[in-house]
């Protein structure tokens, strides 16, 4: 039988940090993603926090094995749209639900928002996670360009 899989909030609305130790918890499968986090990834994140950015992560038997950092953002093509920054599933649980569970709450959340769109940008190196996006019935609308200035 497939453990429970429980989503909580690690932010509130504002931004605010609620779990502190689910923060810390979360660093692991985050440096899945995002290996080049600096080191104090607390005061990283703090940061994006105090941005608009909002973190929600999954866990299993307590532990953390999926993290989602996201945000609303307003625009003039989509109005007003849930963009996921990251997220990630723990190497370990991939394909087992866990990140599927995870998406839901995340559109769920952006419906209770009042958001027309679920967004998020995915490497174009990373096959397996585009073919679960297709699979939750996303699409590509666009490509997405940019410049490095640093």
């Excluded at 995915?122 to 096959?127: D, E, I, L, P």
Aim: hydrophobic fraction near 45%.
């Amino acid at each position: 039988m497939q453990a429970e899989i429980g989503i909580v909030a690690v932010t509130d609305d504002a931004g605010r940090l609620l779990e502190p130790d689910l923060l810390r918890a979360a660093e692991a499968v985050h440096r899945q993603l995002r290996a080049a986090l600096p080191e104090d990834y607390v005061a990283r994140l703090s940061e994006i926090f105090a941005a608009g950015g909002r973190l929600v992560v999954a866990q299993r038997h307590g532990a953390v094995v999926a993290v989602a950092l996201w945000r609303v953002v307003e625009n003039t093509y989509e109005g007003r749209r849930l963009y996921v920054d990251d997220l990630v599933c723990d190497e370990s649980c991939r394909s087992a639900g866990v990140g599927g569970r995870l998406l839901a709450w995340l559109e769920s959340r952006a419906r209770d928002l009042g958001c027309g769109v679920l967004a998020l940008d995915s490497g174009v190196q990373r096959a397996r996670a585009h073919a679960f996006y297709f699979r939750e019935g996303m699409s590509i609308p666009s490509f997405s360009f940019r410049k490095v200035l640093k």
